[in-house]
């Protein structure tokens, strides 16, 4: 009896053991949901089997390692991006600091410098037109005057030639030109067509001193007129450079575009500065000419008013010495 009760004694042991031993390898094969199962109402085993359970919950972790390399990539794909950003940042960022008119100029396509050289050179021309004809009208309009101030006590064409002195001058010559056609008319009693005559060269005085006085106004027109449309072609070629470049770079971005649509932009800037001063300075000549082709009007009859004074007073002393 006794042997047979440490055979059972021994046999309930080695099933205990085997029980404790093969408790772990079920809770591994278990689902990760029997594990909180378990926990949440603990089987009635007893409290030996529990602890294995107890200790279950760690075994999902190798579960978690697996799924973690999902968070190291988009951590590095966004510091990739990070690292990126700043250096195409540090790439455009110089560029755009730098993208002065002269910058721009110089970065342009052959072509479009050459339009913008040309423009320069207009609007230099346009203001050295400018500088020159205010003097030119300034001074030829106060010498007129003062002109016209001498003469208009003086009773002849002689009195009125001491008068001005040997000086050069639109006035001087319209009495240059009465005195001639008198001289070379003397012996007709024609004084009508001794005063026609005198009034075609005068006319012929008058349309070679508009000339004169006009010129420069010609080179305003066409500066004022064709510059707009030479920066529009300038600004045209340069797109068309910057479309290709486009298609070559196989990229729509701005900072790509700007430059070259900038520097395009700029011949038509150059145009426009060319041109409004152009158009406002003509307009501005046009009037002032006027007003100084005004004053020649007025010499012109001042001289045809004394030659006929001379006339009538030479045809007077005639009559006199007849009736003498």
């Known amino acids: 009896m006794k042997t047979m009760t440490s055979r059972a004694s021994l046999a309930a042991a080695a099933m205990l053991a085997a029980a404790w031993l093969a408790s772990p390898v079920l809770a591994q094969t278990q689902p990760p949901s029997a594990p909180a199962q378990s926990v949440a109402q603990p089987a009635p085993a007893g409290p030996a ?173 066409t500066i004022g007129s064709t510059s707009p449309f030479v920066g529009l072609f300038g600004t045209v070629w340069g797109i068309m450079n910057s479309f290709i470049g486009i298609s070559k770079s196989q990229t729509t971005n701005l900072a790509v575009v700007a430059p070259g649509i900038a520097e395009a932009l700029l011949a038509t800037a150059i145009g426009l500065v060319a041109a409004i001063p152009a158009v406002i300075i003509y307009n501005h000549f046009s009037r002032v000419t006027k007003g100084y082709l005004e004053l020649v009007s007025r010499a012109s009859g001042a001289a045809g008013r004394l030659l006929s004074r001379d006339l009538d007073r030479s045809h007077g002393s005639v009559h006199s010495r007849a009736a003498e």
């Open 49 to 221: 089997p529990a602890a294995p359970a107890a200790t279950t919950p760690a075994v999902p972790a190798p579960s978690a390692s697996t799924a973690t390399p999902v968070a190291p990539t988009a951590s590095q794909a966004a510091t990739v991006s990070t690292t990126a950003r700043p250096d195409a940042a540090a790439g455009i960022a110089p560029a755009m600091k730098e993208l002065s008119p002269w910058v721009m100029f110089m970065s342009a396509d052959v072509i479009v410098k050459a339009v913008m050289i040309g423009l320069a050179f207009a609007s230099l021309m346009t203001w050295t037109v400018f500088i020159a004809k205010s003097i030119e009208l300034s001074v030829a309009s106060s010498k007129l005057r003062s002109a016209l101030k001498k003469i208009a006590e003086t009773r002849s064409l002689a009195e009125a030639q001491m008068a001005l002195g040997a000086k050069e001058g639109i006035l001087p010559s319209f009495l240059a030109a009465a005195l001639r056609e008198a001289r070379m008319s003397a012996g007709l009693s024609s004084d009508s067509g001794i005063k026609e005559r005198a009034a075609s060269s005068f006319s012929e005085i008058v349309r070679a001193e508009a000339r004169r006085i006009r010129i420069g106004m010609g080179v305003l027109a």
